[in-house]
Structures are given as C-alpha cells and as structure tokens.
C-alpha cells in the first residue's frame, strides 16, 4: 500500500509538469457578419478588434498536445429602417479544442493543430431608436453552433512558453440570420491572429 502511495506522490507533480495554464489574445480578420443594402433596410457589421480569454495545454508525448480555450469576442452591428435605426451587440464564448503537433523540438518550434470548436452567443441586445411597426427586424436565430478551427504557427520557449498563431475556423450553424430581408447573417468563416502565453 505504501508503494501505491508513493507511486502517486511521484505521478501527481510529473502530471502537473505536463499541464500549463495561460492567456490568449488576438485580433480578427473578417467580419462577424454578413451584410448587405437593400431597397427598405441596411445593414453594417461593426468589427471589434479583440479577442481573449483562458487557455489550457495538456502536453502528450510524440511532440502531441491538446488545449482548450475560452475565447471571448464582443459582436456588434447596426441597420437602417426610414426613419428608425437598430443597434446590436452580443457576447460570443468559443471554446476551441484542439490537438496540437510541433513539427520539432527545440526553442523554435513550427506547429499545426486543428479540432473542434464550438461557440455559445449571450447578452443579445437590441436598441432601436424611433420604433416603427415596419421595423422590428429578429435577427438571432441560434444561442449555440459547432464548427471545426484549423491552425499553424511557432512556439517559442524561452522562459514561459509564447506562441503565436494564425487560426481558422468555419462554423456549422447560422447564430444570426435576417430571414425578412435576408441582408444579414452570421459568417460562418473566421480567420485571425492569436498570441498566447503560457506558464
């Protein structure tokens, strides 16, 4: 019994070694949504240049990894009615996972990861200013939708470990999407830059 309890005296700081917490941070390169003008209403989508959140690594062998993160992004967008004008803002919560393969070892490591993604939509709000009964548009459509993240970049491990990486991800589900005049929906490609830090 002793030397079961010794075994796992010696696996529970060996395991911890293999686990890293941190933060990443970025910016997008499309838009959240997509808009168009039409005859009776426009749309504009209004891109937030951040994204951010926790991240955690689970280090494997082979050069493997997997890590899950919890990436926050604000989404905005405005539209047009006559005289009446629409204002909207949500939450968007991803929660990426993936597993990562560093092409070698060493400071500099070149890596790829690709996994699942999926994305939760809160605090939809809508304002809009001098109502009309003609303009009472209910673009959201879906709180929740999957997806799949596709990503590459350089780890680099001086003291702590930073990386930084080009991601892409296509979405399975429309969150947003204008079934009145069909001038909005949701972009189901996002493509951006993230920068991460972990311990």
């Known amino acids: 019994m002793k030397y079961l309890f010794g075994a796992i005296l010696l696996a529970v700081p060996l395991a911890a070694q293999n686990i890293s917490l941190g933060f990443k941070g970025g910016v997008p390169f499309t838009q959240a949504f997509k808009t168009s003008d039409g005859l009776e209403i426009a749309y504009k989508s209004l891109l937030k240049p951040y994204t951010f959140g926790p991240s955690l690594e689970v280090r494997l062998p082979l050069r493997l990894s997997v890590s899950v993160d919890v990436l926050y992004k604000r989404l905005a967008y405005d539209g047009a009615f006559r005289f009446?004008?629409?204002?909207?803002?949500?939450?968007?919560?991803?929660?990426?996972?993936?597993?990562?393969?560093?092409?070698?070892?060493g400071l500099w490591s070149p890596y790829v990861a690709a996994g699942p993604s999926f994305s939760k939509i809160t605090g939809v709000t809508r304002t809009i200013t001098n109502p009309s009964q003609f303009f009472q548009p209910d673009e959201f459509q879906n709180s929740s939708s999957g997806g799949f993240a596709f990503g590459g970049g350089l780890e680099f491990k001086p003291v702590v470990r930073i990386t930084t990486e080009f991601r892409w991800t296509r979405r399975g589900t429309k969150n947003f999407f204008s079934a009145a005049s069909g001038l909005l929906e949701s972009n189901l490609n996002q493509a951006e830059f993230l920068v991460g830090i972990h311990f």
């Open 84 to 105: 009446s004008e629409l204002n909207a803002r949500a939450n968007q919560f991803e929660f990426p996972v993936m597993i990562k393969y560093r092409l070698k070892d």
